[in-house]
């Protein structure tokens, strides 16, 4: 399996994702600062492995805290937390690590100091965990809804890289292909940051998945030919009526579907639906550096001066959306309701025997 991230006692380890398909080199980040800064950077990227890396890196910046007694342990979280929660503002799973670890420290308050600490690190380890076991499951719903022969589009990387491991979008073409279907991918290139041709070609030719790399403006063309007979992404952020935000072009490969009658899925594990959102609009997105559009492989390739639009993610609406696969189940129009229902669904059984 392909290792995205994980906990050492040195600090947190992770593939240095900007640096594939060409290289690959593993940095280990021994501060939080610097887990800030891998994911910043995108040294790690992807909804699920951010949260996790989150997480890790509150665990290591607890740990390494001077902080002797309760009250300057809080102290040092929140401001760690602080720093870990400004370095990207759209995947909700960020958010969502950042409570869950705070809900440990409150559970913690009886424990010493020490054993606080120890909590944290456990809490992370166990999001780790319990994101590859929401993978597989997402994987077993998600395979029934593929074709059993012929293409399948996925747009940036929603795989093993942009998780603890097997993938949420890429999770379900893995658990597919597991079944016997004969599935080939295409993945878009998906400018500017190329997690298309980059991660998910990379990945998925390391499985021996059949898989064809296309520029985003080809995803039309490859439809029209009927090359294409499901659609399946990953996501950022989930609002409350079944609106997606994810990587920057999906929206139009979810228009093209429509077009085409060809079934748009998304994959995302429960950590990334936000009900306290109801809609797109409250999705906050990224503004990335321009120099990412302006330039290709360090190079420059626009004039000097141009402006330049970088948001990092669209937001498809929920009409868009044939189906949303949870490690709790599918969810289908209309979200508002099928959202709720699976809120108050106990996660499954497979998973809970991973977390006992
Ligand atoms: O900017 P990135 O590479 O972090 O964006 C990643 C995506 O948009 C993914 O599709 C999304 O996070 C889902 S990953 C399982």
């Known amino acids: 399996m392909i290792l995205t991230l994980e906990w050492t006692e040195a600090g947190v380890r ?14 280990t980040c021994t501060s939080y600062q610097q887990v800030a800064d891998a994911i910043r950077t995108m040294i790690v990227r992807g ?13 290591l ?22 720093v870990i929660g400004a370095t990207r503002p759209t995947a909700v799973n960020l958010f969502w690590a950042i409570e869950r670890m705070r809900r440990k420290l409150d559970a913690s308050q009886k424990l010493s100091v020490a054993e606080a600490k120890r909590a944290l690190i456990e809490e992370a380890q166990r999001m780790y965990v319990e994101d590859i076991a929401a993978n597989q499951a997402m994987g077993k719903h998600g395979a029934t809804l593929m074709p059993s022969s012929g293409g399948v589009l996925t747009h940036c990387n929603a795989g093993a890289l942009a998780t603890c491991g097997y993938g949420t979008a890429l999770g379900v073409i893995r658990a597919a292909v597991e079944s016997g279907k004969k599935i080939h991918v295409f993945a878009d290139e ?5 997690q298309g041709s980059r991660l998910t070609a990379w990945e998925l030719n390391k499985d021996g998945i059949p898989t064809t790399v296309i520029s985003d403006n080809m995803a039309g063309a490859m439809m029209s030919q009927g090359k294409i007979g499901a659609v ?10 079944g609106d997606v935000a994810n990587k920057i072009g999906t929206y139009t490969v979810a228009v093209l579907a429509k077009e085409h009658g060809i079934p748009f899925y998304v994959a995302a594990p429960w950590s990334t639906v936000d009900l306290a959102t109801p809609d797109g609009e409250g999705i906050p997105i990224e503004q990335r550096p321009a120099t990412e559009v302006t330039h290709f492989a360090g190079k420059r390739v626009t ?30 129009a209309p979200y508002t309701e099928s959202l709720k229902q699976l809120a108050n669904t106990a996660v499954l059984s497979s998973q809970q025997s991973v977390l006992t």
């Open 232 to 241: 399946v992404v990953g996501a950022d952020r989930i609002a409350a009526n």
């Open 61 to 82: 910046g607890t740990r390494d805290a001077a902080a002797r007694d309760h009250a300057s342990l809080r102290e040092e979280f929140e401001k760690i937390c602080q």
């Open 190 to 194: 998906t400018r500017p940051f190329l």
């Open 47 to 59: 909804a699920p492995a951010i949260g996790v890396a989150a997480a890790m890196g509150i665990a």
């Open 14 to 27: 992770f593939i240095d994702q900007t640096k594939l398909p060409t290289e690959e080199t593993y940095v």
């Open 303 to 332: 004039p000097e001066g141009i402006r330049v639009e970088n948001p990092a993610f669209d937001v498809t609406p929920h009409r868009y959306v044939a189906a949303i696969i949870t490690e709790r189940g599918l969810a289908r």
